[in-house]
């Protein structure tokens, strides 16, 4: 057994006792009710969802974790759907080319189950190089390599889909498969071998659609409103484009939302006419949207955590009220409850050395600006049917 194995096992084990400490937290609720003043309940009231991103750890780890009781209780009371924010990839899941490992996605899944939470697979494919595990990019493929890759993604999809069944009812089946710098697609070694980037995508869907065919299937992908994103929204378009005349089972456009805010150089407001363009052309084609992992990078804000958490919360407000617009909207999920787990930290740190504060709770797990701005936005749409 590795000891990433026993390390999750300990995790389940830990479930009840996480669950009874969270339940005890102020503010946290019954399993599967929401809080009566939580962001699920603003967004149920509109037919719609509310949710985050979650993490494995062993008990009590203070990371943003199910098994952390601070974080479960901001789970609890705000959340009605949740997503693995790493447990589920390729990189999580397949230590080689022969095994697959699930123990800390399964301990992920059973503390959802037991909180009534439902559960996003993301994702089936992380269509990047760099974010393949390292056997497959390096991996002997032989002498029929397209049958040979088909195979590997054909059971990859497969055994994740069957082994979750209808517990899993909406997943990113391609994550970023767009080059933002030239709107070509990536290629893999896996797309190599199956004879293009194109195929790839195609069969990933076609076999996900026959794994699952309850799910929603999602292309999830960053593309944003900010300026320098034109590029990167045109591949999104030709590629959707592309799935509808090969008729490949794509059923929604993922919009991460990682925002950026623009200072006093760029108002909201004169991002939305490209931004509006950008969502009527894939919702005119069909697609649903979903918005799969929120949050706002605090850039050109000075570092006074008041203006920042203002200029925050008006930019969030401002981008959720025109996708609220959208009835072919339901889910909203954000990476991260709280800017103490938040990955952008890490990711793109401020020039100045102020910690970044992009999520809706603060690193003390207070609420913030931006998480009422959520819910202005929530109380604010027009109820979905």
């Given at each position: 057994?590795?000891?990433?194995?026993?390390?999750?096992?300990?995790?389940?084990?830990?479930?009840?006792?996480?669950?009874?400490?969270?339940?005890?937290?102020?503010?946290?609720?019954?399993?599967?009710?929401?809080?009566?003043?939580?962001?699920?309940?603003?967004?149920?009231?509109?037919?719609?969802?509310?949710?985050?991103?979650?993490?494995?750890?062993?008990?009590?780890?203070?990371?943003?974790?199910?098994?952390?009781?601070?974080?479960?209780?901001?789970?609890?009371?705000?959340?009605?759907?949740?997503?693995?924010?790493?447990?589920?990839?390729?990189?999580?899941?397949?230590?080689?080319?022969?095994?697959?490992?699930?123990?800390r996605f399964d301990a992920i899944m059973a503390w959802a189950t037991a909180h009534g939470l439902p559960v996003r697979g993301h994702n089936l494919l992380w269509h990047q190089p760099k974010w393949m595990p390292a056997w497959e990019e390096t991996h002997d493929f032989g002498a029929r390599p397209a049958i040979a890759a088909a195979a590997l993604l054909t059971e990859h999809v497969t055994t994740?889909?069957?082994?979750?069944?209808?517990?899993?009812?909406?997943?990113?089946?391609?994550?970023?498969?767009?080059?933002?710098?030239?709107?070509?697609?990536?290629?893999?070694?896996?797309?190599?071998?199956?004879?293009?980037?194109?195929?790839?995508?195609?069969?990933?869907?076609?076999?996900?659609?026959?794994?699952?065919?309850?799910?929603?299937?999602?292309?999830?992908?960053?593309?944003?409103?900010?300026?320098?994103?034109?590029?990167?929204?045109?591949?999104?378009?030709?590629?959707?484009?592309?799935?509808?005349?090969?008729?490949?089972?794509?059923?929604?456009?993922?919009?991460?939302?990682?925002?950026?805010?623009?200072?006093?150089?760029?108002?909201?407001?004169?991002?939305?006419?490209?931004?509006?363009?950008?969502?009527?052309?894939?919702?005119?084609?069909?697609?649903?949207?979903?918005?799969?992992?929120?949050?706002?990078?605090?850039?050109?804000?000075?570092?006074?955590?008041?203006?920042?958490?203002?200029?925050?919360?008006?930019?969030?407000?401002?981008?959720?009220?025109?996708?609220?617009?959208?009835?072919?909207?339901?889910?909203?999920?954000?990476?991260?409850?709280?800017?103490?787990?938040?990955?952008?930290?890490?990711?793109?740190?401020?020039?100045?050395?102020?910690?970044?504060?992009?999520?809706?709770?603060?690193?003390?797990?207070?609420?913030?600006?931006?998480?009422?701005?959520?819910?202005?936005?929530?109380?604010?749409?027009?109820?979905?049917?």
């Amino acid at each position: 057994m590795t000891m990433a194995r026993r390390d999750a096992l300990a995790a389940l084990a830990g479930v009840a006792a996480t669950t009874c400490a969270a339940a005890a937290t102020p503010g946290a609720m019954r399993a599967g009710a929401g809080s009566a003043d939580g962001l699920n309940a603003l967004a149920a009231a509109k037919g719609r969802r509310f949710g985050s991103c979650v993490a494995w750890s062993p008990p009590a780890a203070n990371r943003g974790s199910f098994a952390n009781p601070a974080y479960a209780a901001l789970l609890t009371r705000d959340c009605g759907l949740l997503v693995a924010e790493n447990e589920m990839k390729w990189r999580a899941l397949r230590p080689s080319a022969t095994r697959f490992d699930f123990a800390r996605f399964d301990a992920i899944m059973a503390w959802a189950t037991a909180h009534g939470l439902p559960v996003r697979g993301h994702n089936l494919l992380w269509h990047q190089p760099k974010w393949m595990p390292a056997w497959e990019e390096t991996h002997d493929f032989g002498a029929r390599p397209a049958i040979a890759a088909a195979a590997l993604l054909t059971e990859h999809v497969t055994t994740v889909c069957r082994r979750y069944g209808t517990r899993i009812a909406s997943y990113d089946v391609v994550n970023e498969a767009v080059d933002p710098a030239d709107a070509t697609l990536y290629q893999t070694a896996l797309s190599r071998a199956l004879g293009g980037a194109a195929p790839t995508l195609d069969l990933a869907f076609h076999t996900a659609r026959r794994a699952a065919p309850h799910a929603q299937l999602v292309y999830n992908d960053y593309m944003s409103w900010e300026p320098d994103n034109a590029r990167h929204r045109a591949g999104v378009l030709t590629l959707l484009e592309g799935f509808r005349a090969r008729g490949v089972p794509v059923d929604a456009l993922g919009v991460q939302s990682h925002l950026v805010t623009q200072g006093t150089g760029m108002s909201a407001a004169a991002l939305e006419p490209e931004w509006r363009r950008f969502l009527d052309a894939v919702t005119a084609m069909g697609y649903d949207l979903v918005i799969t992992e929120l949050d706002v990078r605090d850039n050109r804000l000075p570092a006074d955590p008041i203006v920042r958490d203002r200029g925050v919360a008006d930019y969030t407000r401002a981008y959720l009220d025109i996708m609220l617009a959208y009835p072919r909207l339901r889910d909203i999920l954000v990476w991260g409850m709280t800017d103490r787990y938040s990955w952008i930290e890490g990711f793109e740190p401020r020039k100045d050395g102020v910690r970044r504060r992009p999520c809706p709770y603060d690193d003390r797990f207070a609420p913030k600006p931006m998480r009422a701005a959520i819910a202005a936005a929530l109380t604010a749409a027009p109820a979905r049917a």
